[in-house]
């Protein structure tokens, strides 16, 4: 019995652990007065001026869309865009 608690305790420690709560991913950030959500087009998050953007690939090396970075306090939020669209906004803490 012990041996099964501390396998599980060590499996969600390297597979599920701190990294992944170091990210959460959600529909909407605030940028001031501005809000950006999923289902914006790209024009929205350009004109927030992103501080980095780079450009997703699929597994063949095509385009696949764009992930605008920007830094804030403490947490990254990373907005991607695909076919000009707003799909997923996900925020990394530092």
Do not use: W
Request: net charge positive; hydrophobic share 35%.
């Amino acid at each position: 019995m012990r041996y099964l608690v501390l396998t599980s305790a060590l499996a969600a420690l390297l597979f599920g652990g701190p990294a992944d709560a170091r990210q959460s991913c959600g529909t909407a950030e605030s940028f001031g007065q501005k809000i950006i959500k999923a289902g914006d087009p790209e024009r929205r998050v350009i004109e927030q001026k992103p501080d980095r953007t780079v450009q997703l690939e699929t597994r063949f090396g095509g385009a696949a869309g764009y992930r605008h970075d920007f830094y804030k306090p403490g947490r990254t939020v990373q907005i991607y865009v695909r076919a000009g669209v707003v799909t997923e906004i996900c925020r990394v803490r530092d």
